[in-house]
């Protein structure tokens, strides 16, 4: 069972760092996604099973890092420079298979952690 927290209220141009947890998550591909506010939800950020390597959407790179820590099964989303745009519910979701940009059907999702930015 994927475990998302770490949200929170923070003001506009804050950060905030999310985590991700499961058993043996170390085997698995590993994506955030998030769903604003009458909005449909929307791929953040990926890293593959041994963080080798990362898929982040194009309109968050260089503010946004996911990283992987297997010996803890924790995945992690670093969030910096936060609008009020941002405000979401950010979800984990995890995949034994590839990390592929741009296929999103992660097998396993969490439940979601709110990430509240204020202006």
């Known amino acids: 069972q994927l475990q998302a927290c770490g949200g929170g209220l923070v003001q506009a141009g804050g950060s905030l760092r999310l985590s991700c947890a499961a058993s043996r998550l170390y085997s698995y591909t590993v994506g955030w996604f998030r769903q604003a506010p009458g909005k449909e939800r929307e791929f953040v950020a990926a890293i593959n099973w041994n963080g080798g390597r990362a898929d982040y959407a194009d309109s968050l790179k260089g503010r946004f890092t996911i990283s992987r820590d297997n010996a803890k099964n924790m995945v992690y989303l670093q969030m910096n420079s936060l609008r009020p745009e941002e405000t979401a519910v950010y979800y984990c979701?995890?995949?034994?298979?590839?990390?592929?940009?741009?296929?999103?059907?992660?097998?396993?999702w969490g439940q979601g952690t709110l990430v509240t930015v204020s202006s």
């Open positions: 979701a995890a995949d034994r298979g590839p990390l592929i940009s741009g296929k999103y059907d992660y097998a396993y």
